[in-house]
């Protein structure tokens, strides 16, 4: 396994551009997570999938947001017209997507949006 | 619905110190229990977990033990090292459906030599 891995590691933006981040799980693992993380708190749920399905949305996920998972590998996070309060890290994990199973995450990537 | 709430950091020891960092959880059902550790620089990793009341998770030193009376979950290791010096978050997951993680606002803790 090499680990769930995440591009860019870093973005700074201005405000109203849009951005995309890509995580690549760990191979074979079915179930993805986006989380958000800001300064001083612990990780937010944003969205999974269940192969390239999208089972569920966190209100946290406005309609600026939108992820993908084509081909229920890995998958993208866009972000358009991005304000000053996006600026966050965002966590990508995975599972097998068994019962009990870990989510293991990848290094996240830091957005900051002046 | 679900939530976790945690110590309060920093926490700052000495080495070989006793450590105990309070975690207690609100969740209808049974959820799993969880405590991750993001060393500087680095992303969340896992640290211990338990899926059941009684249960004990362990490992590198540190344990909880799952407290379904309690609702509780705290963190504890007998004798730190510098080299824990970390945030520690406790988290929790349901059973089914998206088995999503609620985190728990983290604890940072320093260890002086």
């Known amino acids: 396994d090499t680990g769930v891995s995440q591009d860019p590691r870093h973005k700074i933006t201005k405000r109203g551009q849009n951005v995309t981040f890509r995580c690549d799980p760990i191979?074979?693992?079915?179930?993805l997570y986006w989380y958000r993380q800001t300064l001083g708190q612990g990780p937010e749920f944003l969205t999974y999938?269940?192969?390239?399905?999208?089972?569920?949305k966190s209100r946290l996920l406005s309609d600026r947001f939108s992820a993908e998972r084509p081909k229920g590998s890995f998958s993208t996070l866009e972000i358009q017209r991005t304000e000053q309060g996006d600026s966050a890290m965002y966590l990508c994990a995975s599972s097998p997507g068994t019962t009990k199973e870990t989510q293991y995450f990848g290094p996240g990537t830091r957005l900051l949006v002046l | 619905g679900n939530s976790v709430t945690q110590m309060e950091g920093p926490v700052t020891l000495s080495e070989e110190a006793f450590l105990t960092i309070n975690c207690t959880y609100t969740?209808?059902?049974?959820?799993?229990l969880f405590w991750y550790v993001q060393y500087p620089g680095e992303g969340l990793q896992l640290l211990l977990k338990?899926?059941?009341?009684?249960d004990k998770g362990s490992n590198k030193g540190f344990e909880a033990t799952y407290r379904k009376e309690t609702t509780s979950f705290h963190l504890e290791k007998g004798s730190v090292q510098v080299s824990d010096s970390a945030v520690y978050f406790c988290?929790?997951?349901?059973?089914?459906?998206?088995?999503?993680?609620?985190f728990g606002q983290g604890t940072r803790l320093t260890i002086n030599p």
């Open positions: 338990a899926t059941k009341a009684d």
């Open positions: 191979s074979e693992h079915n179930r």
């Open positions: 999938f269940q192969n390239e399905a999208q089972l569920e």
């Open positions: 988290a929790l997951s349901d059973r089914g459906g998206a088995q999503k993680l609620v």
């Open positions: 969740a209808t059902g049974y959820p799993s």
